[in-house]
């Protein structure tokens, strides 16, 4: 009888642990199921002005949406902001003249996204400014060297025009607006812009010498014919003078003889 009533309260036990186990894995799903409804609820997110949303669906594109505030559903969507500002890349490219003079020019790129291809301009590129700088840096270094370092500098509107041509044929499908790109410096070695400056140095000065020649002979031929003209106004006063006192001895020798002397007399 001691065993039945040992085997009866050990079944009781087995089932009471039994019922409890059950309810833990009862509460533990309905604590479950709450945090994936949770995880899986409506987010809201503000897309701010002068960007964009770019929505994505189990990883697939779905479109955009415009400045404000949008909701997604998460894991399963997304929606990542993408800026429509205009930005700046700087760069630098070095490459040689036709006359083998070292330059170093720095551009600069101003770009932005195209709204209309923002699927392009998101997912097929990874590393625009690299592509960008590519194409600048192919065609300086395919224009420049038919130039001499005097050329090149000649040339900066025709090789910037060139290069605006090339990166919009080449971005511009990809979703990427060239708007404009600045041919900012061209630099030439140290030594060489020393070169240059000493000739157009020796070159001033050559012009400064001509120029302070052309000044002393007109000083000079200035003095001349203000001699000449001085000498001949002095050669027309003794003429006038001369003729003067000329005048007046033949008055004296005429005013003698009415008074009756006779020339010899007169002169005397």
């Known amino acids: 009888q001691c065993r039945h009533l040992s085997s009866v309260s050990a079944g009781s036990e087995r089932e009471r642990d039994a019922n409890m186990s059950d309810s833990d894995e009862y509460e533990t799903g309905l604590i479950e199921r709450a945090s994936a409804t949770t995880s899986l609820g409506i987010c809201p997110m503000c897309v701010p002005t002068g960007a964009i949303g770019v929505v994505q669906c189990f990883g697939k594109f779905q479109g955009y949406v415009e400045p404000g505030l949008t909701c997604f559903c998460p894991p399963f969507s ?5 800026s429509l500002a ?3 890349s700087m760069g630098t490219t070095e490459c040689k003249t ?3 003079v070292t330059l170093t020019i720095i551009t600069a790129v101003q770009y932005r996204i195209n ?5 392009q301009a998101v ?3 990874v590393n625009p400014d690299a592509q960008i700088h590519a194409h600048i840096d192919d065609v300086l270094r395919s224009t420049l060297p038919s130039m001499d370092l005097d050329a090149a500098y000649e040339a900066k509107e025709k090789v910037t025009r060139s290069m605006i041509q090339a990166v919009k044929a080449a971005m511009e499908p990809h979703g990427y607006e060239i708007i404009n790109i600045l041919l900012t410096d061209l630099r030439p070695e140290r030594s060489v812009l020393d070169a240059m400056n000493a000739i157009n140095a020796s070159r001033r000065q050559r012009q400064a010498a001509i120029e302070q020649g052309e000044a002393q002979k007109t000083l000079m031929v200035k003095a001349a014919e203000a001699d000449a003209e001085a000498k001949f106004l002095a050669g027309q006063g003794i003429a006038r003078m001369r003729k003067a006192v000329a005048d007046g001895f033949r008055d004296s020798m005429q005013s003698m003889s009415q008074g ?5 007399d007169a002169m005397h």
């Open 260 to 264: 009756g002397l006779s020339p010899q």
């Open 78 to 82: 997304s929606v990542m902001n993408v």
């Open 86 to 88: 205009v930005r700046q």
């Open 98 to 100: 036709k006359d083998n």
């Open 115 to 119: 709204k209309k291809m923002v699927k």
């Open 123 to 125: 997912f097929e590129i």
